[in-house]
């Protein structure tokens, strides 16, 4: 079964300064791969996906995300943080239904928490 | 606007009530779900449907039950609510293949069960 691990459960970093976000994961076909944002009391905003291709994909408010597979991982990355980019990020894993049943769909991770200091 | 709306933003209800979520999404899209977001922030999917057919996580309890009176509409009802419930709940939909497209989600529903 597929599986997300965002290591990170809380990043702090200085409004400015640039940000890397962790997320590897655990399948075993090519995956498709996404970054979502959730800001204080809204619902999951897509970021960006990965379906193949170039692996440098680019996303909206100035987000990029590179997937690596040898190391499998899909790391999120902006050159310099806003404040208003403070929310919470989910990695997420999309995975054709199993043969054991479930639902096609995707994995996410546990989030990672984005703090910006001032 | 295109979108996954759901009603209502908040819900607070006593223990041992039944409450009723409603979600709709005007994109055409050929599944919808429902997520249960707890207070660590982390996302579990409670069911999946579409016109044919309903996928329930097993782990969710049978008070739980989505009904959808058409392809636009999953609503989520709730029986004999009880303090575990408090939690936000997210519906979402997809076009076919959403390991593919992903989901959009609508802006949640935080129920508080007292």
């Known amino acids: 079964a597929q599986s997300v691990t965002q290591p990170d459960i809380h990043i702090t970093v200085s409004e400015g300064a640039s940000l890397e976000l962790r997320c590897n994961y655990s399948y075993g076909a090519t995956p498709y791969l996404f970054w979502y944002v959730q800001s204080p009391g809204q619902g999951l905003q897509l970021l960006l996906k990965y379906f193949s291709g170039d692996t440098l994909v680019q996303g909206i408010k100035g987000f990029e995300a590179e997937f690596k597979r040898s190391q499998s991982s899909f790391n999120l990355r902006k050159p310099s943080v806003h404040w208003s980019d403070a929310a919470e990020y989910f990695c997420a894993v999309g995975a054709q239904r199993s043969s054991g049943g479930g639902a096609d769909g995707l994995t996410f991770g546990k989030g990672t928490h984005l703090i910006i200091q001032p | 606007d295109t979108a996954v709306s759901q009603t209502p933003k908040y819900l607070v209800t006593q223990m041992g009530n039944d409450k009723s979520i409603k979600c709709e999404q005007n994109l055409g899209h050929d599944t919808m779900y429902w997520y249960k977001q707890d207070s660590k922030k982390f996302l579990k999917i409670m069911f999946s449907?579409?016109?044919?057919?309903?996928?329930i996580n097993e782990t969710v309890p049978n008070r739980f039950s989505p009904k959808s009176p058409d392809k636009a509409h999953l609503n989520l009802h709730i029986n004999s609510l009880e303090l575990g419930d408090s939690a936000v709940y997210f519906c979402?939909?997809?076009?076919?293949?959403?390991?593919?497209?992903?989901?959009?989600f609508g802006s949640g529903t935080r129920l508080t069960v007292v």
């Open positions: 979402a939909s997809s076009k076919r293949a959403a390991y593919v497209y992903g989901y959009t």
């Open positions: 449907y579409n016109n044919k057919e309903l996928i």
